[in-house]
């Protein structure tokens, strides 16, 4: 069947919400488990679907089951009645954070990860990707691996910026990027502020003269170092602040933003606030992972615990900065040392006997 045609019946409402929470679901480290999948069952009762997105182990479309309420009854296992994911091997998810705004043409991806789950080991892998990584762009020549993203849309590639990015971040590591996920960093802001804002122990201060501004000025930021709990303003200068320090540390701050995104929605109920998610975010995130596909990944990441989730960057003994002719600096990869990296990352990991 026509991949095309499968995408196009699924309403397009149902897609952005379902991809808007397997966005977050990647973005926090697979950390929404029990919680995500009960949710995901509740809406499905709710959704018409046609009979190609029928899921084993979900109820019908308006099916209230026996106790005349939506949803299950009496399940203790999300992990056991989820659609199971069935392919073996690894599979590489690349997430895309874009910064769009009105004043500036084009979105570079402000971030880039690849999410790496082992569904035999019941692991996954995180890789942050310096945004300033000088690479091969394919049918583009050498530039930062961010403008990847940029040319695709720009271009009209097919599939878009995400479908060069995809691409561009296989054929300079050598690793299969199954899907990606795609997410305004600005939406990610409301996002944080809609589950009450996260708790930061920020190691050093943080302080950048020119922090860049939604109108493409700037202000001067100073985040004193120590706990404290952020809303989503605050989430993301502290993620997004490069001036302050470096891109190695950036990715590190927003590997922990990510990672307390996940530690607050663990103890959250989020269902009462999913009409609202829909109407704010709708908009803010694509994927090319299908219905089918999201379910039974949620149902993979039930099982995974935080214990087994990790976290890699590309950091600055592997990369060599160098400053162009017209006075921009860039990081060429020293491939020798991101080699061992990349091999731990995307290798099978040993399961358990």
Request: some cysteine; charged content about 20%.
């Amino acid at each position: 069947m026509d991949e095309g045609s499968d995408r196009s019946r699924t309403p397009m409402w149902v897609r952005l919400l379902f991809g808007l929470f397997f966005a977050i679901f990647i973005c926090g480290g697979l950390f929404f488990g029990y919680l995500f999948y009960q949710t995901v069952k509740e809406i499905v009762a709710y959704v018409p679907m046609p009979p190609l997105l029928s899921i084993p182990g979900l109820p019908a479309p308006g099916d209230p089951g026996k106790s005349g309420q939506p949803g299950p009854s009496g399940a203790s296992d999300p992990a056991a009645a989820a659609p199971q994911w069935n392919r073996r091997g690894r599979v590489n998810i690349l997430l895309l954070g874009t910064d769009e705004r009105d004043c500036e043409p084009g979105a570079r991806s402000d971030t880039m990860m690849v999410v790496s789950i082992d569904p035999d080991t019941k692991s996954a892998n995180m890789l942050s990707i310096p945004r300033d990584l000088w690479v091969s762009i394919p049918g583009y020549g050498q530039n930062r691996i961010n403008a990847a993203h940029a040319f695709g849309e720009a271009y009209k590639v097919p599939g878009g910026g995400p479908a060069l990015a995809k691409q561009t971040v296989q054929n300079q590591f050598g690793v299969p990027i199954h899907y990606y996920v795609r997410v305004n960093v600005f939406g990610l802001r409301n996002i944080i502020d809609l589950i009450g804002g996260v708790d930061i122990d920020v190691e050093r201060r943080i302080y950048d003269a020119t922090f860049p501004d939604d109108t493409c000025g700037s202000y001067v930021l100073d985040i004193p170092a120590g706990p404290q709990h952020m809303d989503g303003k605050r989430a993301l200068e502290y993620a997004r602040s490069r001036h302050s320090s470096d891109d190695f540390d950036r990715s590190h701050r927003q590997q922990k933003v990510l990672l307390a995104m996940r530690d607050k929605a663990m103890s959250l109920g989020i269902l009462p606030r999913l009409p609202q998610l829909y109407r704010e975010f709708g908009n803010t995130v694509k994927t090319d992972l299908q219905l089918p596909e999201i379910l039974a990944l949620a149902g993979l990441g039930a099982s995974i615990s935080r214990e087994n989730i990790r976290t890699y960057t590309i950091d600055s003994t592997m990369t060599h900065q160098w400053t162009r002719p017209d006075g921009a600096w860039v990081l060429i990869p020293l491939n020798d040392r991101i080699g061992p990296l990349i091999q731990e990352v995307f290798r099978p990991a040993r399961a358990s006997q």
